[in-house]
């Protein structure tokens, strides 16, 4: 895996490393050193600050670009690697920058939480921070040229800068909400459409200037830039980085004649120097491996890459095709990054015109607390040809329309996705989700749904994404189909039901290749029965329980006809799907009989129901539940000449 990701990398040019990545949200000021009668001092008079914030919705300024170049390359790897440990506040590393949250600072959250606990605050850590930093330097003359920039924050002169910055920004703020409040009331005065769109779009401008000049939030990031060459930056950057990519220098080697040292990879791993339980005890070797600083470079690129959302996810790397890499990112940095997995898998196949194989898959997730790997698998081949087609056993029709509702052919795994997986484990929002967290909220009213999505979600994605077909059995399908089934009856859905009845039938035999007779035309075979039961042609001393069950769920639809209940009958449905035995499933039935004895039942219904009720069998009529739902959301062959009676 990791060899493979360094090659990845590798073959990413810088620039598109640094595409889609933004300035950090909050304040950003740079200042000059100036030297006035003989002494050099912090330019507080002359400076450059703007906000960013990710609410404006727009590209940032030349300045912000500079200041994102500046403390991507003042960053420290994570803040376990940082100057200002063990608290972590301060997250730069650089003699030349100096970056925290607004909430260190007087007023703000984490301040007062260390001014309870009696803890260093901020002000009181700036020396600390600056020794580490300038100890990047070479010499001590060098370090001393930016004393005054230490001092700058170890003598508290940068926090009269910050209230100045917020002063200003608090009347421009004044005067931007006034001026906006001016051109709504003049909005409500005007009647001529153009001076309408005229004024909402001064009040759009306006209203994002404000958020240019906005009080900023405890999480905000402050950040000071020292006006020095960019050079300077990265050239100091690669100093921190080279000692600290690696997990812990214990294992570092020493410089070859190249400069590449090697050491123990910082990149997804941890060492088990201080669990002997889990450590080698008879190895002759402290570590089981070591990468150079070079890949541990790399490493550290594509961790900053997968956050940029500048590549698909599942990312496909390519083992053997650098070409097909290179192809894959041209695809989707030409798209403007809205291409995901699919749709570049697709495209990649009609270029090349052959089946792709040979790659790792990894899908990751950007959270709170970092990046994380959620899965990473190799794909030998992968499969994307997969034919089925969805009939329309149950007749439903097109929502809103007369006529009934086709199916397109399944032609390919992402359509069958679409039409199969995503119809039987979508939440309310109509969306599946593969590695986000198990929120129950988004699946309400459908408790069972939620189950089989918990429980099958992953097999699902190994089946799709990674044409892994034994992933998903026949029981799981099952269990997808009648769960969501189950969920839609108690709320009444039957175009949902019907759905999903029509997706088991049609599939079926995909998920239970051993099944030999076609499920098709068992439901053709089941209405048969039905038929030739109303006929009085029926051989049923020859009747099997699945014919019962289906004949059964026709006396019971045709029963709840005639419920005259504000209740769905749906609704009423459903305590007949709790019953295990024969017995208790006819009492329900007879119960239900004898309260609606007084409206009219066909010969129809009669002869089929003196069969359901005289039928008997062992078996447990909850395994018959796929036929007995069938028999009541099929045509119902009970009601005389095609009506309701």
Not at 70 to 97: G, R, V, Y
Not at 235 to 251: I, P
Not at 358 to 384: A, C, I, M, P, Q
Request: with cysteine; hydrophobic share 35%; net charge neutral.
């Amino acid at each position: 895996m990791i060899r493979e990701i360094i090659n990845f990398t590798e073959n990413v040019d810088e620039r598109f490393k640094n595409l889609g990545s933004a300035p950090k949200e909050g304040l950003h000021i740079k200042l000059d050193m100036v030297s006035i009668d003989n002494t050099v001092k912090i330019d507080t008079e002359n400076y450059q600050c703007e906000i960013y914030s990710k609410k404006l919705k727009a590209s940032p300024s030349d300045f912000l670009n500079q200041c994102k170049f500046l403390h991507q390359n003042s960053w420290c790897i994570d803040t376990n690697k940082c100057f200002d440990l063990p608290t972590k506040a301060i997250h730069s590393c650089s003699p030349f920058c100096v970056a925290f949250k607004r909430e260190h600072l007087r007023g703000g959250e984490k301040y007062k939480k260390n001014e309870e606990k009696n803890k260093v605050q901020i002000y009181q850590r700036f020396d600390g921070y600056f020794e580490k930093a300038f100890a990047l330097f070479e010499n001590t003359d060098d370090a001393f040229r930016y004393e005054i920039f230490k001092l700058f924050f170890t003598q508290d002169l940068f926090s009269s800068l910050i209230t100045k910055i917020e002063t200003e920004n608090s009347k421009k703020r004044e005067e931007l909400t006034e001026k906006v409040v001016l051109l709504k009331e003049k909005l409500q005065s005007v009647k001529k459409s153009i001076e309408k769109e005229t004024l909402k779009k001064q009040i759009s401008e306006v209203e994002k200037n404000l958020i240019a000049y906005k009080e900023l939030d405890d999480s905000d990031y402050i950040i000071f830039y020292l006006s020095v060459p960019k050079e300077e930056y990265g050239e100091f950057h690669k100093k921190y980085l080279n000692h600290r990519l690696f997990l812990t220098n214990t294992y570092n080697t020493n410089p070859n004649e190249k400069g590449i040292i090697y050491g123990a990879s910082n990149f997804m791993s941890t060492l088990d120097a201080n669990k002997p339980f889990l450590m080698h005890q008879t190895a002759s070797f402290d570590i089981s491996g070591r990468i150079s600083n070079i890949d541990a470079k790399l490493l550290n690129d594509f961790q900053n890459l997968l956050p940029n959302k500048t590549l698909p996810n599942p990312l496909p790397i390519f083992v053997y095709e650098e070409e097909l890499q290179h192809e894959m990112i041209n695809l989707f940095q030409e798209s403007g990054f809205k291409l995901g997995y699919k749709e570049i898998i697709e495209k990649l196949l009609k270029i090349y015109q052959k089946d792709l194989d040979n790659y790792y898959l990894l899908y990751w997730v950007n959270t709170k607390d970092g990046l994380v790997f959620k899965d990473f698998d190799f794909v030998s081949r992968f499969e994307y040809v997969l034919e089925a087609q969805i009939q329309n056993l149950f007749e439903i029709k097109e929502k809103d329309k007369k006529e009934l509702k086709h199916y397109p052919k399944i032609n390919d795994v992402f359509y069958f996705e679409q039409v199969v997986f995503k119809q039987l484990l979508q939440n309310k929002y109509l969306k599946l989700d593969y590695f986000g967290d198990l929120n129950k909220d988004d699946y309400e009213k459908k408790d069972l749904t939620f189950i089989a999505y918990s429980k099958f979600r992953k097999a699902v994605y190994d089946f799709v994404y990674k044409s892994q077909r034994q992933a998903v059995d026949g029981n799981m399908f099952d269990e997808m189909v009648f769960n969501g089934i189950k969920d839609d009856i108690k709320q009444g859905n039957g175009y949902g039901v019907k759905e999903k009845l029509n997706i088991w039938y049609s599939i079926y035999d995909f998920f239970n290749s051993k099944n030999t007779i076609n499920m098709a035309s068992k439901l053709e075979s089941y209405q048969k029965f039905v038929d030739e039961l109303t006929n009085e042609t029926a051989k049923i001393e020859d009747a099997s329980d699945a014919e019962f069950a289906f004949a059964a769920g026709q006396v019971i639809y045709y029963i709840l006809e005639k419920s005259k209940s504000d209740d769905n009958s749906y609704q009423l449905l459903e305590p007949y799907l709790q019953k295990a035995k024969c017995t208790e499933l006819k009492q329900a039935i007879s119960n239900d009989f004898a309260r609606y004895k007084h409206e009219n039942f066909s010969k129809n219904f009669e002869r089929v129901a003196a069969f359901v009720l005289s039928y008997d069998t062992q078996s447990n009529i909850k395994h018959l539940l796929p036929e007995l739902l069938s028999g009541v959301f099929a045509k119902n062959q009970l009601f005389s000449n095609n009506s309701k009676q």
